[in-house]
């Protein structure tokens, strides 16, 4: 569990994560406090966040077991080597995934992309086991979230986002909204599965 969220202006886009890990334990999510994966990741023509399943299991054939993997290593190494995340890296992702039917919980992308100045495009992948879909925004898609639906329907009911021109408005006015969601609801919440401190980048 998690928030995530790539965010379009006029002059950029915002992404937004939250740092909270969780894990099932016993039919409920705790904190895996043992965990504190990267969600962001910025590359040479746009920001990616993540949310959904952050390890996955990773069989190699030539092994007997299983290797648990953490998907910000297999986002890093991939951008060390083509610095940006492309077709071809939710193709690798996908075969990895596949090699162990248990990858069941969906790995999900949400990717904000500068086609040229001034224009941008969003994007969300997901891939599980035997399984990859993406979705691509359009015109009138001013953000795409994922993660809570707690935290994605308190997103959903600000209508004005959409009207916020400015990068830097939009990401101090995101980073401060979520900062009060995750104050209230760790007071009113038996577990709040979003948690700070807050991340921010702005793509221009």
């Known amino acids: 569990m998690s928030f995530t ?6 002059d950029g886009i915002v992404a937004v ?3 909270k890990a969780s894990i099932k334990e016993n039919g409920r999510f705790i904190e895996d406090v043992g965990r504190n994966p990267e969600k962001l990741f910025p590359f040479s023509n746009g ?20 290797k648990t993997v953490a998907i910000e290593d297999i986002v890093f190494e991939y951008l060390n080597e083509k610095h940006t995340l492309d077709a071809l890296f939710f193709q690798t992702l996908l075969v990895k995934m596949t090699s162990n039917p248990a990858n069941q ?3 999900n992308f949400l990717i ?6 001034g224009e941008y495009l969003l994007e969300h992948h997901q891939v599980r086991s035997s399984y990859y879909a993406q979705r691509l ?23 004005y986002l959409s009207q916020i021109t400015s990068a830097d408005i939009l990401q101090k006015f995101i980073a401060s909204r979520l900062d009060t969601l995750i104050r209230f609801y760790d007071k ?17």
């Open 188 to 204: 009113t919440l038996s577990y709040n599965p979003v948690g700070n401190p807050i991340k921010s980048y702005i793509l221009r």
């Open 47 to 66: 920001i990616a966040v993540t949310f959904g399943a952050n390890q996955i299991l990773v069989q190699n054939p030539n092994e007997l077991f299983s």
């Open 105 to 107: 919980e969906p790995v």
């Open 17 to 19: 994560v939250d740092s």
């Open 112 to 117: 904000g992309r500068k086609i040229r100045s």
């Open 137 to 159: 925004g359009t015109g009138t898609d001013h953000y795409f979230t994922g993660g809570s639906e707690l935290y994605k329907q308190a997103f959903d009911q600000m209508d």
């Open 5 to 10: 969220g790539i965010f379009k202006a006029k």
